[in-house]
């Protein structure tokens, strides 16, 4: 009686995701393709220091500016607010910064990115981008202590081709979309119609 999921459980749903698409638009830079940022928080395991998300932000600049791609930073609860303020001040200007938690920002975000960026905190968050099918990749905080279950989250998902590191090389690729709820979700129905 035990269902092994690939990634977390959610609640998002392919609908939903398009048809929240165009909740941003208005915002953007329409010549432009989109490069969605998404923030988790501090937790037992990483920490969100200035410095760490500099380091991030960096990286992530140089694939702004090398690949011409408009931002989207979306923070998460956990995201603490003077994170949400280093990003305005370091991207502000020409990105977009959604300053408060906001679900359609969300949604809208992961229908119009081409790529999508992930901070290595979040397995749920990671999980909920693969739903796009989209290129998903991970931007890595040092742990502060042993991280093996995110670890092996990682590496399933880079089995799956679902991930790679920022810093990696940017590339455009395919997967099959991870769509675990609704597999899980169909099991469960045909076991307890039996």
Request: charged share 25%.
């Amino acid at each position: 009686n035990v269902l092994l999921s690939k990634g977390a459980i959610h609640y998002l749903t392919q609908e939903e995701i398009n048809n929240n698409r165009n909740y941003l638009i208005e915002k953007l830079d329409k010549d432009k393709s989109y490069l969605l940022l998404i923030l988790g928080g501090p937790n037992k395991y990483y920490d969100y220091t200035n410095q760490n998300l500099t380091k991030i932000f960096n990286q992530v600049k140089k694939v702004l500016e090398d690949n011409k791609l408009q931002m989207i930073i979306i923070p998460s609860i956990r995201t603490p607010n003077n994170i949400i303020n280093l990003a305005n001040d370091y991207f502000g200007k020409e990105h977009l910064v959604i300053k408060n938690v906001d679900k359609k920002a969300y949604l809208s975000g992961l229908s119009l990115a081409k790529y999508i960026i992930v901070t290595c905190d979040s397995s749920s968050m990671v999980s909920e981008a693969a739903l796009t099918g989209k290129p998903i990749y991970i931007a890595n905080i040092l742990p502060k202590r042993n991280d093996t279950r995110f670890q092996k989250f990682r590496n399933l998902f880079r089995e799956l081709n679902i991930i790679r590191n920022l810093g990696e090389s940017f590339e455009n690729w395919n997967y099959q979309k991870l769509d675990e709820t609704n597999r899980v979700a169909k099991i469960i129905k045909e076991r307890i119609h039996y």
